[in-house]
């Protein structure tokens, strides 16, 4: 079985514009989270997909967003790009809800210029 | 708010001696899971070993165990017989009362060969 996978794996930006991160979970999954992972901050929770809904949301602002195909594919979109939005954005998907076993991808570097 | 702690940002061991990674928690929850995950230099977390609240037995895979103290709120990971592949950051981590898994800011490992 194919593992989760992340693209792209590194991407950079300049302040402003916006920026869209693909995730592919393994196939079966039907619930994809998402994570923010920064040397300062760790790893924050940004939101979970569960048959294409929202299941769960972190404490975010609103250029954070996100969404999940009927193939369990998902994907998150930044817009407006801020320099504090670099960070490596991990994606996992598990069987059922999140709060059983997670399986990560590789995630994707973002750096914001 | 619910917050997972990891008092100790880096650790180093012999190769072959044993080590103890310690993580305290806060939840008023009664029944939940624990978890710690794995992230080499390749960025792709792992699971390491699971722990399920409600059962007093300590988990146990392969080389790593847990000390899990659920009056003290304690989870902490033990590691015996180190190995050079088991470098890497370690991540204590529990679902909070909405299922989103919160972590703590892990703790980097070095195993002195």
């Known amino acids: 079985k194919a593992g989760v996978t992340q693209t792209p794996r590194y991407l950079i930006k300049t302040r402003g514009q916006q920026v869209t991160l693909s995730c592919s979970p393994i196939s079966g999954h039907r619930s994809v989270s998402w994570y923010q992972q920064t040397p300062g901050q760790g790893l924050q929770f940004l939101f979970e997909?569960?048959?294409?809904?929202?299941?769960n949301k972190g404490n975010f602002p609103g250029r954070f967003s996100g969404r999940q195909f009927s193939n369990s594919r998902s994907e998150m979109n930044v817009s407006t790009l801020e320099l504090g939005d670099s960070a490596l954005y991990l994606c996992a998907s598990s069987l059922g809800p999140a709060n059983e076993k997670l399986f990560f991808g590789s995630g994707t570097q973002l750096s914001v210029l | 708010a619910q917050t997972v702690t990891q008092s100790q940002p880096e650790m180093s061991v012999q190769e072959a001696e044993t080590v103890t990674l310690s993580c305290t928690y806060d939840t008023s929850e009664s029944d939940y899971y624990l978890f710690w995950y794995k992230q080499p230099p390749s960025r792709q977390m792992i699971l390491v070993i699971r722990q399920e609240a409600y059962k007093q037995q300590n988990a146990t895979e392969n080389r790593f165990s847990v000390n899990f103290q659920k009056a003290a709120k304690s989870f902490s990971l033990k590691i015996s017989d180190s190995q050079l592949g088991d470098a890497a950051m370690y991540f204590c981590?529990?679902?909070?009362?909405?299922?989103?898994?919160?972590f703590g800011k892990g703790t980097r490992l070095h195993i002195l060969p």
């Open positions: 997909y569960f048959s294409e809904t929202q299941r």
């Open positions: 981590a529990y679902p909070d009362r909405d299922d989103k898994i919160i």
